[in-house]
């Protein structure tokens, strides 16, 4: 009997120390599994259907190296390597206009489609992979500066924006009301740079301005498509209408565009009801078009359309959509070439994704993206003119294109 329980309990010792052993390298693994990444291995497709396998494990190898290795550990922001990576994927697919946003970018890039912002009241965009003005705001601290559509950025107070997304230049050229910020830029086509000094203001966003030229010509400067330009135009088109105005010129030079919606509506007073305005194409080959709503009021007018370098956006969509419907003149320089469509994406921290997901064509089916829209009547304006004060926007005698669209008009 005694042996028997000998047995017995050598059995328990066995087979308890095989079971904590056991249970010890199992915890371990399971310990182990929790700090990895739960997908191991992503299988995709690519543009031809192929399958790709992609190890995600790499990812993490460098993740848990910068930790257990890096000489700084203080310099190691968990929130900012995790913003690093997310931005440094979606800036891998080269597009400028498709970026991450961290919780304090989106919150100013909100505040700007809001229409009243604190900077120095210029738009920027991306030309071979550089930070371009599109359009300086109308009678702001750029705008009186000299800065003109473009001119390139290559530093705001000294930090280089070689490796910057237009959104964070955004943010360094933001700030206080008051406060100052240095600008390096150099003009377009030109080498050399200059630091220009600016004062910041509260930038509220003008939409339209219009005026009477030679007692029949309506003259009408579009300067962005805000939240506020729906109301404002309709109330400037009655005033149109109401006047002795027999002909319409619309100035959409230097607009650096805005909302999609506020573009369908203006060209629906200028077009019949239903005709395409502009045309959406997506990654599949798929087409959306939008189509013109309204009453035509301002189609009774022969009309021409002023656009230069400056103009981008929801403004070559309503160039676009005039030209190819009504076959309205355009007059001035190129436009920018800024015809994809964004879509904002917004998560729970407070951060977005601003991703394009679309192209804009015009109603006959021409690319505005990176080939921007020709005139048919290219007038050039010179910098040097500009420079020395013989070009004023607006002014009959000093701006070459306006005068050109009225001679075309008579």
Do not use: C
């Not at 790499?58 to 931005?87: C, H, R, S």
């Not at 502009?278 to 309204?294: H, N, P």
């Not at 959509?321 to 355009?330: E, G, S, T, V, Y």
Request: proline content about 3%; hydrophobic content about 40%.
């Amino acid at each position: 009997m005694n042996f028997i329980k000998r047995k017995v309990l050598l059995t328990v010792i066995i087979l308890s120390l095989v079971i904590g052993f056991s249970g010890g390298f199992w915890f371990s693994r399971y310990q182990t599994a929790k700090s990895l990444p739960v997908v191991k291995k992503l299988i995709n497709q690519d543009r031809q259907g192929n399958l790709k396998d992609i190890d995600f494990a790499l990812f993490w190898e460098v993740w848990n190296a910068l930790q257990n290795k890096y000489v700084d550990p203080t310099k190691l922001d968990i929130e900012d390597m995790l913003y690093g990576a997310i931005e440094g994927m979606v800036n891998s697919v080269g597009d400028p206009y498709t970026v991450f946003l961290e919780p304090v970018v989106s919150t100013k890039f909100q505040e700007e489609i809001s229409g009243a912002f604190g900077g120095v009241g210029i738009e920027l965009g991306k030309r071979n992979d550089l930070i371009t003005v599109i359009a300086p705001l109308k009678d702001t601290p750029a705008d009186r500066a000299g800065i003109k559509a473009g001119d390139r950025i290559f530093g705001v107070d000294s930090k280089p924006t070689s490796d910057l997304s237009i959104e964070e230049v955004v943010g360094l050229i933001r700030g206080k009301k008051g406060t100052k910020v240095i600008l390096t830029v150099s003009k377009d086509g030109e080498g050399k740079t200059r630091d220009i000094e600016l004062v910041r203001e509260t930038i509220r966003i003008p939409s339209i301005k219009w005026q009477l030229l030679d007692n029949n010509v309506a003259y009408l400067q579009l300067y962005t498509f805000n939240q506020n330009i729906d109301a404002d135009f309709e109330k400037a088109a009655k005033e149109i209408l109401k006047s002795s105005a027999t002909k319409l010129i619309v100035d959409l030079r230097n607009n650096p565009g805005g909302l999609l919606d506020s573009a369908i509506n203006l060209a629906g007073w200028f077009l019949d009801g239903n005709q395409v305005v502009t045309i959406e194409e997506f990654k599949d080959g798929t087409r959306k078009e939008f189509r013109s709503r309204g009453n035509g009021a301002l189609k009774i007018y022969p009309t021409a359309i002023l656009i230069n370098g400056g103009s981008a956006s929801a403004s070559e969509i309503l160039a676009g959509a005039l030209h190819d419907n009504r076959d309205i003149q355009l007059i001035g320089d190129k436009s920018f070439g800024k015809g994809s469509v964004q879509e904002l994406q917004n998560f729970k921290n407070g951060s977005s994704l601003k991703v394009t997901i679309a192209k804009w064509l015009t109603p006959k089916g021409r690319s505005i993206t990176d080939l921007g829209i020709e005139p048919n009547h290219k007038v050039e304006v010179s910098d040097k003119d500009r420079e020395e004060g013989k070009i004023e926007i607006g002014v009959m005698g000093k701006d070459p294109q306006l005068d050109r669209a009225l001679e075309l008009l008579r």
